[in-house]
């Protein structure tokens, strides 16, 4: 069969996260080769190795180009079964030039200086259950732009705290795989570890993974079974089948003669990484499952441009070589040492208000109340039989119609005479933009504890009639968070805006595994609470006044003293001073760190007053100076939907109310005579 009828598989090395160049490299493949953008971007984004495409080598060649162009790494490989399945290691001998491994099958001899690629994996599921929690918790409390990939290290401890079980295989000189040993902890003879050996069935599944590396020249060590979405290499949980592990062995089976043929990383010469950069780098942080709208989130994310992509973490890890350049498979990896910056927590909850509106409603009903149990029953009659023969009722009926009917028409022409605005070329005003939410705090959902940029949650209670009644009401409006179009991000204060979210949740008391930690009273079976969210990534439309966002500047005073606070909390830095070695700092040396930190202070002073900002983050988004000016946050495929949704509400108010207007005027001509 030629290349040109023979089918390929392009196999990606995913990307932790988006960066600025995907959105271009998606329309290529969309223009291009007609390819699906959500599609591709599903297939780009997330924590391992994934099946791209397939196709003849012609086109699938091109796209491997292209990929590799943008920086990811990839393969064209032929589909193939596995030749033959694995030998389970019963002993071994360690000599000074090769290993004897005694398996169920026969003997496997592995030379000194021999090419092979090991596959160290969880049976049981456990290391993407690890990997999905602690994408959760990230996102929750540093937010999407701090996701950080899960280690080589990490890996391998989290494997071998669950089912661990490590195959490795012997290549020939033309990188075809010769024999398959598959070690399971427990299953083998340890005495031929000698010293090696240990107490731990874990541990020595560990020392002949050290032994395996030692002798073999070339060894390439995937720990990522599991988090790579490739054709037939699934892993099911054992919980959920008891066959789980059985259907597991095989899918490494697949994934393990599937990985030996991705020979190097897959880079073009003039981008190469050593191996082993890629593994870890390809673990990436963007998968989440569950939540539908934190699915969107990670998987679709249009915000999280700034998240440390592939590179980011190899030149982090480069950084831990040695000096031959290369990493061990087996070594563990040094922690990055990069500042972690979590999300700030929200802002106190202010003091609530006096509404007096409601209090002059509520002195309103209560007066009228008094005034009807005083007089008694005869005004209540008399009002009932003039207020209805007079037009009084069908006249206080219809304001209430004529007033909302023409509120939503005035909200509808308001959207429709609105231009939308670009962030980065926002004017001062009424403005309209869309675009997705970010963050600007640690904001969660305090029901379903998920990562959002706004919330409300209501407490309802039944009453004698078994009707629920809302008792309480909390919400995140004191919590501003950014709206990103892709032009740039601009700030929104959601304090009186008019808010509608897509996702409602209802919670009972006692249900798990929902946290209740909004109200502080005793929970029972009369007491519900529905939770609206806007989470995170999903995009919005806001209809708001902008206005100039003021930033107070530290002044050059207030910068050097607080340096000189700085310098004195740091014994290190003033030990630096201490020129005479007295361990007294005296009025010269003072003088001396004094003026340093006046010169890094105007350094300090003189760059933020030189970095020029972009006019969005000078801008805020919120409520307008006059009542009348809308101010509208809600979640909508796009402004048509708003507007005919507006126009569909405002139509049956207008009629109702005047038709009860002309039903008031009619009763009042009656009731005058005329």
């Known amino acids: 069969m030629s290349d040109e009828t023979k089918t390929y598989q392009l196999i990606v090395r995913q990307r932790p996260a988006a960066n600025p160049e995907l959105g271009s490299l998606l329309q290529l493949l969309q223009v291009d080769f007609g390819l699906d953008s959500y599609t591709a971007r599903q297939r780009l984004i997330g924590p391992g190795l994934a099946l791209f495409g397939k196709g003849p080598l012609e086109s699938t060649a091109k796209i491997k180009a292209l990929l590799q162009l943008h920086g990811f790494a990839c393969w064209l490989i032929e589909p193939q079964k596995p030749a033959f399945a694995s030998d389970l290691l019963r002993s071994l001998e360690i000599h000074s030039d090769y290993l004897l491994f005694t398996c169920q099958k026969g003997t496997v001899r592995l030379e000194r200086g021999a090419s092979v690629v090991g596959v160290l994996a969880d049976l049981s599921g456990g290391l993407a259950d690890k990997h999905v929690k602690r994408l959760l918790a990230q996102n929750s409390y540093r937010g999407s732009d701090a996701l950080e990939v899960i280690s080589h290290d990490e890996m391998i401890r989290t494997t071998l705290q669950g089912q661990p079980v490590f195959d490795f295989y012997l290549l020939d000189q033309e990188q075809k795989v010769q024999q398959v040993v598959q070690v399971m902890p427990g299953r083998f003879n340890v005495d031929g570890l000698g010293s090696r050996a240990a107490m731990g069935t874990t541990q020595n599944l560990q020392a002949l993974v050290r032994l395996v590396e030692e002798y073999a020249g070339p060894f390439r060590l995937y720990c990522d079974f599991g988090l790579s979405p490739l054709p037939r290499c699934d892993v099911k949980r054992a919980s959920d089948s008891p066959s789980a592990a059985m259907e597991n062995l095989d899918s490494l089976s697949r994934y393990g003669w599937l990985v030996t043929q991705l020979e190097g990383d897959g880079r ?175 904001l969660v959902a305090p029901m379903t504890q998920s990562a959002c940029a706004w919330y409300r949650l209501r407490k309802y209670r039944k009453d004698n009639n078994k009707s629920w009644k809302l008792v309480k009401e909390v919400n995140s409006n004191h919590v501003p968070f950014q709206v990103d179009d892709g032009t740039g991000r601009v700030i929104v204060d959601p304090a009186g805006a008019s808010i509608k979210a897509k996702v409602q949740q209802t919670g009972y008391p006692g249900q798990s595994p929902l946290t209740f930690t909004a109200f502080s009273s005793s929970a029972d079976e009369d007491e519900k609470w529905i939770e609206d969210v806007i989470y995170e990534g999903t995009s919005v439309y806001v209809l708001g006044f902008a206005r100039p966002l003021r930033e107070e500047r530290m002044s050059l005073r207030e910068r050097t003293m607080a340096r000189l606070r700085q310098l004195k909390l740091d014994p290190e830095l003033m030990e630096r001073y201490d020129t005479d070695g007295d361990g007294v700092i005296d009025e010269a040396e003072w003088q001396e760190a004094r003026n340093d930190a006046e010169q890094e202070a105007m350094r300090d002073h003189l760059d933020d007053g030189s970095a020029r900002k972009r006019q969005e983050e000078h801008v805020l988004i919120g409520k307008g100076p006059q009542r009348s000016l809308p101010f509208i946050i809600t979640e909508t495929v796009s402004e048509v939907d708003l507007v005919r949704k507006y126009g569909l509400i405002s139509i049956p108010l207008l009629i109702a109310g005047l038709g009860t207007m002309i039903l008031a005027l009619y009763r009042f001509l009656q009731y005058i005579g005329i």
Do not use: C
């Open 268 to 442: 073009p010469a003039t981008n190469q990484q050593p191996d082993g950069v890629g593994l870890v780098a390809g673990v990436a942080a963007a998968v989440v499952v569950g939540q539908p709208v934190l699915g969107t989130m990670l998987g679709s994310r249009d915000g999280v441009n700034a998240v440390p992509g592939l590179d980011e973490v190899a030149r982090e890890i480069q950084g831990a070589l040695g000096d031959d350049g290369e990493i061990p498979a087996w070594q563990p990896r040094v922690e990055s040492q990069t500042e972690r910056r979590d999300l700030p927590a929200p802002p106190d909850r202010p003091a609530d208000k006096l509404n007096w509106g409601k209090t002059l409603m509520m002195v309103f009903v209560v007066a009228a109340g008094f005034s009807i149990a005083t007089v008694g029953g005869d005004l209540l009659r008399l009002i009932s039989r003039y207020g209805m023969a007079a037009g009084v009722f069908p006249a206080v009926l219809a304001v209430p119609l004529l007033w909302g009917g023409f509120h939503f028409l005035r909200l509808k022409r308001h959207i429709e005479n609105t231009p939308t605005s670009k962030v980065r070329s926002v004017a001062m005003g009424l403005v309209e933009v869309h675009g997705r939410t970010k963050r600007l705090y640690a």
